[in-house]
Nanobody
């Protein structure tokens, strides 16, 4: 299970740190990250760490958001600085367990947290 927390109301220019704590089984081979969903919009990728430790950010958050993980605590974080009203939305943490590597494709299982609401006021 994934438990996301840390959302809230913050003025533009402010900061928040989201946390995603994993309980139960934890996986050594996984991709993980954060998505967000704005009102009336599809869920979009914000930041991902792949199994090799490579990090990818959406262009809209580069230089402002930082994803990290603490494997000892089974927790992933998203530090969000210089927040803008357009960053508002429900943020979901995500873990893709890699069950098997099959050459060019992988067999995977996806897990989602329950979402935490971020509201940035102008």
């Amino acid at each position: 299970q994934l438990q996301a927390s840390g959302g809230g109301l913050v003025p533009a220019g402010g900061s928040l740190r989201l946390s995603c704590a994993a309980s139960g089984s934890t996986f050594s081979d996984k991709n993980e990250g954060w998505y967000r969903q704005k009102l009336h919009s599809p869920r979009e990728e914000v930041a991902l760490i792949n199994s090799g430790g490579d990090i990818n950010y959406a262009d809209s958050v580069k230089g402002r958001f930082t994803i990290s993980r603490d494997n000892a605590r089974s927790t992933m974080y998203l530090q969000m600085n210089s927040l803008k009203p357009e960053d508002s939305g429900v943020y979901y943490c995500y873990v893709q367990q890699i069950l098997a590597r099959l050459g060019s494709t992988n067999l995977t299982r996806d897990y989602w947290g329950q979402g935490t609401l971020v509201t940035v006021s102008s």
